[in-house]
C-alpha cells in the first residue's frame, strides 16, 4: 500500500521529483527515466509506472534547459522501442500458457484479456494505439508475442508507435509545459492527461461489458 501511495504522489507531483532527481544524480538522471519508460513499456509486471505525464514533464523540464531536448528524444525513443521489442520476446516465449496464470501483486489476469479482446478488434494497428493507452500498452507486444503478429510486421508498428508517443508527449512538454498557465497548474494539467489517456480503455471495457449483458 506505501508503494502505491508513493506511486500516486511521484503520477500527480513530478515537477516536485524530477528537480530532486537531476540535482541527486546529474547525469545518470538520463539512466533513470531511460529505465522507467523501458520498464513501463517492456515488462508486463509494471503497468503502473509513468508514462504519459513523465515525458510530458520531462519536455518542459528540457525547455529550461533541465534536459537535452535531443538527447531526451533519442534516449526515450530507444527506450520505448527496446522496452515492447523486450515484451514481444517475452510473449513469444512464455506464450498463450500465461492466461492460465493467477493473478499476483502486480501481474493481473484481467489486463491481459482485456488487451488480448482489444488486439482482435483492432489487429496489428493495435500496437501503434496503445502506445496512447496505458496498462494496454503494456500488455499490447505481450500479446502480440504469443503469436498474433510475426516480428517483422510487429517492429514496424513499433518503431512508428514508439517514435509517435514519445515526441507528442516530449514535444507537447517542451513547447506548452512552461506556458504561465499550464506551469501554474501543473498537477492538473498531469492529472489531465492521466485521466485521459486512460478514458479509451475505460470506453472500451464500458461497451465489452454492455454487449455482454445483452448476450
Known amino acids: 500500500m506505501d508503494l502505491l501511495i508513493y506511486f500516486i504522489d ?3 507531483h513530478l ?3 524530477l528537480p530532486k532527481i537531476i540535482e541527486s544524480f546529474g547525469v545518470w538522471s538520463y539512466v533513470i527515466i531511460f529505465i522507467i519508460i523501458f520498464c513501463e513499456t517492456g515488462l508486463v509486471v509494471t503497468p503502473i509506472l509513468p508514462g504519459d505525464s513523465l515525458l510530458f514533464a520531462l519536455g518542459s523540464f528540457a525547455a529550461i534547459g533541465a534536459f537535452s531536448i535531443e538527447l531526451l528524444l533519442v534516449t526515450l525513443c530507444i527506450a520505448a522501442i527496446a522496452g515492447d521489442t523486450v515484451n514481444y520476446a517475452a510473449g513469444h516465449f512464455i506464450g498463450p500458457k500465461v492466461f492460465h496464470y493467477e493473478d ?3 501481474f493481473k489476469k484481467v489486463y491481459l484479456e482485456r488487451t488480448h ?3 482482435e478488434k483492432h489487429g496489428g494497428k ?3 494505439i496503445a502506445r496512447f493507452m496505458p496498462i ?3 500488455f499490447a507486444p505481450f500479446v502480440a508475442g504469443i503469436g498474433a503478429m510475426s516480428y517483422p510486421k510487429f517492429i514496424i508498428y513499433n518503431i512508428s508507435g514508439g517514435i509517435a508517443w ?3 508527449f516530449l514535444l507537447g512538454g517542451y513547447y506548452f509545459g512552461n506556458i504561465p498557465a499550464v ?3 501543473f498537477t492538473l494539467v498531469i492529472l489531465a492527461i492521466v485521466l485521459i489517456s486512460i478514458l479509451p480503455g475505460f470506453i472500451e471495457y464500458w461497451r465489452h461489458k454492455r454487449n455482454s449483458k445483452r448476450c
Open 117 to 119: 479482446k482489444f488486439y
Open 166 to 168: 514519445v515526441c507528442l
Open 104 to 106: 499476483g501483486r502486480f
Open 183 to 185: 506551469k501554474n497548474n
Open 126 to 128: 493495435t500496437i501503434v
Open 136 to 138: 494496454i500498452r503494456t
Open 10 to 12: 511521484f503520477f500527480i
Open 15 to 17: 515537477d516536485k521529483y
